[in-house]
């Protein structure tokens, strides 16, 4: 089974602080990506960062960075510098072959002013 | 501009009536996808399309129907729509697999089955 497991609902962070959210994933791919995806409010789901699972450097996308821990199968995302416009909910997403992209449950992030 | 284009974005219907919500991307992607967003679930597969007249099921098929006539449309057809179909639908696309491009998605449609 492939499944995509984000242990927060919920997190809260203050503006300008750093938060970090959890995912893991169990994949049979032996050559794959994985993804972080934004939904604000306005329900768009937005790219947010990328990251090739046969390299061992750690993607970064301006603030948005993540932790890839291949043998530990955890792949968490770091928002550093908290701005209000992060509020959103964040899916992990992990493929699962080329015909289907597994996501967790989400996680509501709330940025406090 | 690239984008994934549903339609409509919010609809409420009686159980039972016909209904179809249309996708359609304009970036030449081969493959598209549906997906059905519930709280504490996240988003699951409905069903995808790897190219024109290339369909298969995801994991929750059941009560859906799609066709791929054309390469930019992908409509998503409930039958005989029951509650237990509400839900926020998303379409996505992607050049390829999703496992390395990842998706476009839709802006979504929130449908109220009553």
């Known amino acids: 089974a492939q499944t995509v497991t984000q242990s927060q609902p919920e997190m809260s962070v203050q503006e300008a602080e750093t938060v970090t959210l959890s995912c893991t994933y169990d994949?049979?791919?032996?050559?794959?990506?994985l993804f972080w995806y934004k939904q604000p409010p306005s329900r768009q789901m937005i790219l947010v960062i990328r990251?090739?699972?046969?390299?061992?450097q750690n993607a970064t996308e301006n603030r948005f960075s993540v932790n890839f821990q291949k043998a530990a199968k955890s792949f968490s995302l770091k928002i550093s510098d908290s701005q209000l416009g992060d509020a959103a909910m964040y899916f992990c997403a992990c493929p699962h072959n080329n015909n289907d992209m597994r996501f967790g449950a989400g996680t509501r992030l709330t940025v406090k002013p | 501009e690239a984008q994934v284009t549903q339609n409509p974005r919010y609809l409420i219907t009686v159980t039972g009536k016909k209904l179809t919500v249309t996708c359609s991307q304009n970036?030449?992607?081969?493959?598209m996808s549906w997906y059905r967003q519930d709280p504490g679930l996240g988003l699951r597969q409905i069903y995808y399309?790897?190219?024109?007249?290339?369909?298969d099921k995801g994991d929750v098929p059941e009560g859906y129907k799609v066709s791929r006539k054309e390469k930019r449309n992908f409509p998503l057809i409930l039958e005989s729509p029951s509650p237990n179909q509400t839900s926020l639908y998303f379409c996505?696309?992607?050049?390829?697999?999703?496992?390395?491009?990842?998706?476009?998605f839709g802006s979504g449609t929130r449908l109220t089955v009553v």
């Open positions: 970036m030449n992607h081969e493959y």
């Open positions: 994949t049979s791919e032996s050559d794959y990506y």
């Open positions: 399309s790897m190219n024109v007249e290339v369909t």
């Open positions: 990251q090739e699972a046969y390299k061992q």
């Open positions: 996505a696309s992607s050049l390829r697999g999703s496992q390395f491009y990842g998706y476009t």
